[in-house]
């Protein structure tokens, strides 16, 4: 195996020829033609500031598909005259990264430096990544990384610590309309669409500027003829998949939306984020226990019915299986995003939880106290005890806090939705409380 067979070739050698998909045709030249990252790029961008200070350091490109990640890195080497060199993390090991390393260090001894592109960072393991430290720390190579999840999660602190992250944004429609008009301007034609279907197009690429133009290739192959319209396309290409990973950072984030919508009462974004999990393939099941957590949790007493509805939804989802039982779930989400709103339930659990961490083994008050044995008796269990019941307002007002610990006060219901009530009626049982004390 060559080394440009292991490395890929330089990036100054690297030029569009007759023949390549459409997409490898249209890779930006400079990195003013890159469309959708002028925070980085821009006359003000971070990147572009890093290079006219001529200090480059290692760095992480965080961001999904088809953004740019990889023309970045070979414009970013052949801006500061870099050797470039690239790697996937999918097909490369140790011995793989070790022999960069020595190319790297005798390029570094006749007075090149060597920006490193590892494509896929977040798939080498944690010694992988550790072995890029050294070579970093020493100024043996220039690390640019290209990720499409979270750092904080996928890579290591040591690595992190040595690089900085710029965020790469899902392309917006003007810059996927750009992208277009780019193709139309390669292919010497216009895309035999409608203004509408053009539209379309944009929405099924979903900000990946790669499968745009891959999908304007499919349609400027097709037989001249009639103009296609939205169906027309649509029935031509197939819509690419949302981004969604059930067991990674897209999972979290949009159920995070969802329950923030809800605690919002944004009924309207609540039912966009549930559609949005459903259609990226998300159990309804992990849909439900969420949602039933957010009853007792965001509504709890200021609305009772909150909790069961969340329950009924799930039952009936576990009855009717899927599609039917997904509507069950997004009335429940309706119920909990409408219904008033108190936390006072969960901090006062919270706050429960804290008192008796710090309280230890405090015995309950001798009063409240079962005296099944004589034994018990003579000890005082039970002595004194009031039975509620048997008082002309159904309350004693007794203490039944440990000796001691003081009468703390958890929970706090808001004046909004039943809990109001509920309010009510603490105001009158602690009024009842100081006048028997």
Request: hydrophobic letters at 45%; glycine letters at 8%.
């Amino acid at each position: 195996m060559s080394d440009d067979d292991l490395f890929g070739p330089p990036a100054e050698a690297v030029r569009p020829m007759a023949g390549q998909p459409l997409a490898e045709r249209l890779r930006p030249k400079t990195l003013a033609d890159i469309a959708g990252q002028d925070h980085l790029l821009g006359p003000e961008g971070s990147l572009t500031g890093m290079l006219n200070r001529h200090s480059l350091a290692s760095l992480i490109l965080w961001g999904p598909p088809g953004v740019g990640k990889t023309t970045i890195a070979r414009l970013l080497a052949a801006q500061a005259a870099l050797q470039f060199r690239q790697i996937s993390a999918v097909f490369s090991g140790v011995a793989d990264l070790k022999k960069v390393f020595e190319e790297a260090q005798r390029l570094r001894r006749g007075g090149r430096v060597t920006l490193l592109f590892v494509d896929e960072i977040h798939r080498f393991n944690r010694a992988q990544q550790d072995a890029f430290l050294p070579v970093v720390e020493a100024g043996t190579i220039v690390l640019v990384g290209a990720t499409t999840e979270n750092p904080s999660f996928a890579l290591n602190g040591a690595l992190l610590s040595r690089c900085q992250v710029f965020v790469l944004r899902r392309l917006d429609d003007s810059a996927m309309a750009l992208l277009l008009a780019r193709a139309e301007a390669e292919m010497a034609r216009t895309l035999p669409l409608t203004q509408g279907a053009r539209a379309t197009l944009r929405a099924m690429a979903d900000g990946d500027g790669r499968a745009l133009l891959n999908m304007a290739e499919q349609i400027f192959a097709l037989p001249a003829g009639a103009m296609l319209d939205e169906e027309a396309l649509t029935k031509t290409l197939s819509r690419r998949a949302a981004l969604y990973d059930r067991d990674r950072e897209e999972h979290y984030n949009l159920i995070s939306a969802l329950h923030k919508s809800m605690r919002g009462s944004d009924a309207d974004a609540a039912l966009y984020w549930l559609a949005r999990m459903l259609a990226g393939g998300e159990d309804p099941r992990y849909i439900a226990r969420r949602v039933v957590r957010f009853a007792a949790e965001d509504i709890g007493l200021a609305d009772p019915q909150a909790l069961p509805q969340a329950l009924a939804a799930w039952e009936a989802y576990e009855r009717l299986g899927s599609p039917e039982g997904e509507v069950c779930i997004a009335q429940a989400v309706l119920y909990l995003a409408t219904a008033p709103k108190s936390n006072a339930a969960y901090k006062a659990l919270g706050a429960a939880n804290r008192a008796a961490r710090e309280t230890g083994s405090l015995m309950p008050p001798a009063h409240i106290l079962n005296a099944p044995t004589k034994l018990m008796q003579t000890l005082g269990y039970g002595a004194g005890y009031e039975y509620d019941h048997e008082t002309e307002e159904g309350f004693s007002g007794q203490n039944y806090f440990p000796e001691g610990m003081g009468r703390p006060d958890f929970y706090r219901p808001v004046e909004r939705g039943f809990e109001r009530e509920i309010l009510r009626r603490l105001a009158y049982w602690a009024k009842l409380r100081e006048e028997k004390a």
